[in-house]
């Protein structure tokens, strides 16, 4: 059964970087990609970008392309988003999602900002 | 961009009653749309994709339908369980892929 675990909730102040982990299991990634996607309270879903496991590549939303950084460890078959410089706006859901179309989500790993 | 535009924002509605959600698109996106279900603290759940093939394990009550910009998906007759808020999602326009802002089916 493919699954995608998420790293857990995190806690950050404003100006600092968090990193979120997303493991895949159960199926084969080395033909997909791994899209993130966030969701702020109340709000709807907004893309950020994708690793392309195929190519070893990462695509970004041109809004993100400044602050997020996508990698992978293809013999763990993880994948990392990272967002830097932090802003109380940043304060989301973000989730993992598998292929074009999303078939298989990660569980959300809650960031939240504050001072 | 592609910006995906989705009416009506919320529609009350009753189980039994057959709904129809709309998604237009800012420009011609073919067919490679996605449709997901959304219930509060969970991740999405895919329905459709390719504009019109139900995902793995969706009941048949699910149907959607359009090709480039205009897009449609019904539900036969709502069960309790589908009340939800539901989002389209093109890929056709990468590496940028939009959502639409959702709408929400409302009791």
């Known amino acids: 059964q493919v699954q995608l675990v998420q790293s857990g909730p995190e806690v950050k102040h404003p100006g600092s970087s968090v990193k979120v982990s997303c493991r895949a299991s159960?199926?084969?990634?080395?033909?997909?990609?791994i899209n993130w996607v966030r969701q702020a309270p109340g709000q709807g879903l907004e893309w950020l970008g994708r690793f392309v496991f195929s190519i070893d590549m990462s695509d970004y939303a041109q809004k993100f392309q400044d602050r997020v950084t996508i990698t992978a460890d293809k013999s763990t078959k993880t994948v990392y988003m990272e967002v830097t410089s932090l802003r109380s706006d940043d304060t989301a859901v973000y989730f993992c999602g598998r292929g074009n179309y999303m078939d298989v989500w990660g569980n959300g790993t809650t960031v939240i900002v504050s001072s | 961009e592609i910006v995906m535009t989705q009416s009506p924002g919320t529609l009350s509605v009753s189980p039994g009653e057959r709904v129809t959600l709309s998604c237009r698109a800012s420009?011609?996106?073919?067919?490679?749309l996605a449709w997901y279900q959304q219930k509060p603290g969970q991740a999405p759940r895919l329905l459709i994709f390719g504009a019109s093939t139900r995902a793995t394990g969706i009941p048949a009550r699910f149907t959607a339908s359009g090709s480039g910009t205009e897009f449609t998906l019904t539900i036969s007759s709502l069960q309790s369980d589908d009340f939800a808020v539901y989002y389209c999602h093109q890929y056709h326009n990468w590496p940028l892929y939009t959502f639409g802002q959702g709408t929400k089916l409302d009791i």
């Open positions: 420009q011609s996106i073919s067919n490679n």
């Open positions: 159960g199926g084969n990634f080395q033909t997909s990609s």
